[in-house]
């Protein structure tokens, strides 16, 4: 069975406009932690924003946020006022602490138009 | 900023030929994982070592890829021999849990073409 599902495998947004990228997971480790990362077209893997399963307020990172809601174990990123430069692949992640490797989604492909 | 370093960025070999790849992760860091990403597969855990010591590394043919950390400064993936559906990037990232910095941070990669 999948453990994070990404559902959109490529979304066009334009730009300036918010971004919803869905993620959905599957535990049941009492205790893991959700992470975003994004990958331009130049190819590195940069680290977006963290979540922790005990954590009691959404996550936020400048414009990055993400939208936790544990009952429907759905951990989804919203950027706001999109602008170019976030034309990416992101890819949702998750790391159970009974564990210490980071199980992978297939990946959003977001394209922002001018 | 501190950054994991990976050499080489590129490589371009024969079939047949070894392969070395080599990571430095961040100063203080003590888990390590070397990743493959490709189209067809995605990202693709291959090996991670906690504290040097090799934890995981089921993702791996082991009859020709090999991981070690000689050091805490060092963390090496090899292929021997090489073959043309060894062509992938691979990723080195770095974390420490303990350090309350929960994010692994990845390097820029090796991109091998195996010919």
């Known amino acids: 069975a999948q453990k994070i599902t990404q559902t959109q495998p490529g979304m066009f947004v334009q730009e300036k406009e918010a971004v919803t990228l869905d993620c959905t997971y599957d535990?049941?480790?009492?205790?893991?932690?959700l992470f975003w990362y994004k990958q331009p077209s130049s190819g590195e893997m940069i680290f977006l924003i963290y979540?922790?399963?005990?954590d009691q307020q959404n996550a936020t990172e400048g414009r990055y946020s993400l939208n936790f809601q544990k009952a429907r174990k759905s951990a989804n990123l919203v950027i706001s006022a999109s602008q170019l430069g976030d034309s990416a692949m992101y890819f949702c992640?998750?790391?159970?602490?009974?564990?210490?490797?980071?199980?992978w989604g297939a990946g959003t492909k977001l394209i922002i138009k001018p | 900023d501190a950054r994991v370093t990976q050499t080489p960025r590129h490589k371009v070999t024969e079939m047949g030929q070894e392969v070395t790849m080599r990571c430095q992760p961040i100063?203080?860091?003590?888990?390590v994982f070397w990743y493959r990403q490709t189209m067809m597969q995605g990202l693709e855990l291959l090996a991670y070592?906690?504290?040097?010591?090799?934890?995981?590394d089921s993702g791996m043919p082991k009859d020709r890829f090999s991981a070690e950390m000689p050091d805490a400064t060092l963390a090496t993936l090899k292929i021997q021999p090489s073959e043309p559906r060894d062509s992938a990037v691979y990723f080195c990232?770095?974390?420490?849990?303990?350090?309350?910095?929960?994010?692994?941070?990845f390097g820029s990669g090796t991109r091998l073409t195996v010919v």
């Open positions: 990232a770095s974390g420490s849990l303990e350090a309350g910095f929960y994010g692994y941070t």
């Open positions: 100063l203080g860091h003590n888990t």
């Open positions: 070592f906690r504290n040097r010591a090799p934890l995981d």
């Open positions: 535990t049941s480790d009492p205790s893991y932690g």
């Open positions: 979540q922790g399963s005990y």
């Open positions: 992640a998750m790391r159970e602490n009974s564990n210490y490797q980071l199980i």
